[in-house]
């Protein structure tokens, strides 16, 4: 027979780890919104500098002698070095958020080991870290604390790093990986190939752009938009994982609170049949003892 102490136990450490789900739960969308909002306002921004962007190479590649000159759209089929950034999330309680982005990694390190190309892995996260050296693979650089609260200037530090060792043909292609916001209940892998940048396509509205450019300027005004595109985008990538992170830990805390209650609900269950076995055990007992007594 169960012990009903030991199941009236067991009742409240569930119910204790019921409302600490609550309120992590509660949390985790306090947060959510917050980060939704700041992703959403980065994405129209970075829309638009990757807008621009596309008008203004398209144009100077039509228009510009030999078209544009830059290693920035030096597609290279064969890359001898990569750079793999991948971003993962301080903490832990968030499902399946951090493997999702672990096994494209993962995915990418052996696609370019069976070419003979060297990857430089470079995380950001305490959990890539984490996985990465449990795994004995050697990590280039690391960071910590940058995706748990992303400034823009992290961002640009982070990709500037990559960005000059690519222009120093230290590596020949640098690659961003991370888990992005779709919605509330669903997240988004996302691999982005950062430079070489493919060639832009022309602008549906290049036709009635206002947009002049002068061919002593052309290049510079090209360089600086590239500047701001690889640290926005870096940005963003940092802004939209968070909020991912938040919405995963949320449904992650929702399933676990429903299945606390569900525990609860068992326990219950089972104490009330114990409780009934003991009460009829009593009246057993004390029956046969005034049966004993005749």
């Not at 992170?245 to 009330?272: C, F, G, K």
């Amino acid at each position: 027979m169960a012990n009903l102490k030991e199941i009236k136990r067991k009742i409240g450490s569930v119910k204790n780890t019921q409302k600490t789900t609550r309120a992590m739960k509660l949390v985790s969308t306090a947060k959510l919104m917050k980060a939704k909002l700041a992703a959403e306002q980065s994405r129209e921004y970075a829309n638009k500098i990757n807008e621009v962007l596309s008008e203004i190479s398209y144009k100077i590649n039509q228009y510009r002698v030999g078209g544009i000159k830059s290693r920035f759209f030096d597609i290279n089929d064969n890359p001898k070095v990569v750079d793999i950034i991948f971003i993962t999330a301080d903490k832990g309680l968030c499902g399946g958020f951090n493997i999702q982005t672990i096994k494209a990694v993962n995915k990418l390190l052996n696609e370019y080991k069976s070419k003979k190309t060297k990857v430089r892995l470079k995380a950001i996260g305490k959990k890539g870290i984490a996985f990465f050296n449990f795994q004995g693979i050697e990590l280039f650089d690391k960071k910590v604390g940058v995706s748990s609260a992303p400034t823009f200037e992290k961002g640009a530090e982070i990709i500037n790093v990559s960005i000059n060792d690519f222009l120093e043909k230290k590596t020949d292609k640098v690659i961003l990986v991370h888990n992005g916001y779709k919605n509330m209940i669903s997240q988004e892998l996302k691999v982005l190939d950062i430079v070489p940048v493919k060639t832009f396509e022309k602008p549906n509205d290049v036709s009635t752009s206002m947009i002049e450019i002068e061919p002593e300027d052309n290049m510079k005004i090209l360089d600086e938009l590239m500047k701001k595109y690889f640290e926005y985008n870096m940005y963003y990538s940092l802004i939209d994982s968070l909020a991912a992170e938040h919405s995963a830990r949320m449904q992650a805390m929702d399933s676990a609170t429903n299945n606390a209650n569900d525990r609860v609900q068992e326990l219950t269950l089972e104490y009330n049949k114990a409780r009934q076995g003991s009460i009829t055990t009593e009246l057993i007992e004390i029956i046969s003892g005034v049966e004993a007594q005749k």
